[in-house]
């Protein structure tokens, strides 16, 4: 879930398919992530669902008609001009003729015609529907005009028990489609390097010294920094994640070879890089040797002599020599609001780094939300629970607004 989609004017178009009952699912997701939803539906999609399951879920009277008596003014007009993003789901094959060709001959194909917010359309049909030339015509004559962005089909079993290419996308990839349609590409020519995870310094072949960080807060930012247009290099720690779609991946074990693979992503022979966002758990110490064999166990007390890890922030901090790569420190701390934001404030200014974000330890490690403050030059400013992704969108503002305009 991002923000993307919060108090957005989404306007949903529902055509004559059976795909039509997976909208009032596709309305509850919009819904759920903060959008004003304004459903209008075709006369044929009325006989698939009825209009009182999404006036129901949208709290607002469904569209049906631009010439019905409630109509004052041009509905049609005022409808599309205040959309900000028009989502067609399930698209038939005839509304996507009628698309393709500009026709405008009902409310919904009126509204599209007239939008100049993204159109997105989910294409549900028939695979024989779907592989027809009348519909692979329409299909690229909507993707050469540029206006209306196909989400799907896709293939699977459709309403008739037939399996191939035409069922609709389903309704999250929907939703995450038109979070992204609502995404600022404000990173784009940018390049981000992302540190997550926990570091492991091993003991011998079997053992070694980690910790809990599930690196989901680096993953949200690199996810997000990527939906924002930047090119963005995760170095991560060993994690069980995914990597984010169109994000550069290095993966690393320990503290030194996270230095080593974060001094490759910001080195200037590789185009340098416009923000490094540090949200690696890098372990504080590594043993002081690490063991060829497996230490075998004994009755005795074992000693295992650490040493110190280096200081990766604060060591690329100090070999900056101007504004560039924005630094960007996090620190899990201990204490109540105000002592959090002190510490935070104490770090960056010795760190010598941009934007310090500090949660408290009990609110954020391994969770999927989290609760932060932002201490920048100009004050600490405390968010309320977020989850990482919505988390990593305020972080990633403070990188942009660091950047400025000029790339
Ligand atoms: C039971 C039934 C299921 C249908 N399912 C689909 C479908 O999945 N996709 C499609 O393109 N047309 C389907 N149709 C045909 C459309 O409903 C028909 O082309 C209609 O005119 C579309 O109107 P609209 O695009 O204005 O909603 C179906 C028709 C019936 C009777």
């Known amino acids: 879930m991002t923000r993307s989609l919060h108090g957005r004017r989404v306007v949903l178009a529902v055509t004559g398919s059976v795909a039509a009952y997976k909208s009032a699912a596709l309305t509850r997701l919009l819904r759920a992530a903060g959008a004003e939803v304004d459903v209008v539906m075709t006369r044929s999609a009325r006989r698939f669902v009825g209009d009182a399951t999404f006036s129901g879920l949208t709290g607002r009277p469904v569209l049906r008609t631009a010439f019905g008596p409630a109509a004052a003014g041009e509905l049609h007009v005022d409808v599309a001009r205040r959309a900000e993003l028009v989502i067609v789901a399930p698209a038939t094959a005839d509304v996507l003729a009628r698309l393709a060709t500009g026709r405008a001959d009902d409310l919904v194909t009126a509204i599209a015609l007239c939008a100049t917010c993204p159109v997105l359309a989910a294409p549900a049909m028939h695979p024989s529907m779907w592989s027809h030339p009348a519909t692979r015509r329409n299909a690229e004559l909507l993707a050469r005009d540029g206006r209306v962005t196909l989400v799907g089909p896709i293939a699977g079993e459709v309403a008739s028990g037939d399996t191939g290419i035409g069922r609709m996308a389903e309704p999250e990839t929907i939703a995450a489609a038109a979070a992204s349609a609502l995404t600022p590409r404000d990173l784009a020519g940018r390049h981000l390097v992302v ?13 070694f010294l980690g910790n809990r960080s599930s ?7 690199a996810e997000r920094a990527a939906a924002r247009g930047a090119r963005v290099t995760l170095v991560t720690g060993p994690v069980a994640l995914a ?12 503290a030194l070879e996270m230095q080593a693979a974060l001094d490759a992503a910001l080195a200037a022979s590789t185009g340098g890089a416009d923000a490094l966002l540090m949200a690696a758990a890098v372990g504080d110490y590594r043993p002081a040797t690490t063991h060829a064999a497996k230490l075998k166990r004994s009755a005795e007390s074992l000693t295992i002599e650490l040493q110190p890890n280096p200081d990766l922030l604060r060591e690329i901090a100090r070999r900056r020599t101007g504004p560039r ?7 899990v701390e201990t204490g109540t609001d105000d002592e959090i934001a002190g510490y935070g404030q104490k770090k960056r200014v010795e760190k010598r780094v941009d934007v310090v974000v500090a949660n408290p330890a009990a609110e954020s490690f391994g969770r999927s939300d989290n609760r932060a403050v932002l201490v920048t030059a100009e004050g600490a400013r405390w968010l309320p629970v977020l989850e990482k992704t919505v988390l990593a969108d305020h972080i990633l503002d403070a990188v942009v607004s660091m950047l400025g305009g000029a790339e």
Do not use: K, Y
């Open 195 to 207: 540190s997550a995870g926990p570091t492991l310094e091993d003991l011998d072949p079997v053992r």
């Open 215 to 221: 690196g989901r807060m680096g993953f949200a930012l």
């Open 243 to 254: 990597t984010p779609p169109g994000v550069v991946r290095r993966d690393v074990r320990s």
């Open 325 to 331: 790569p924005v630094l960007v420190g996090f620190a």
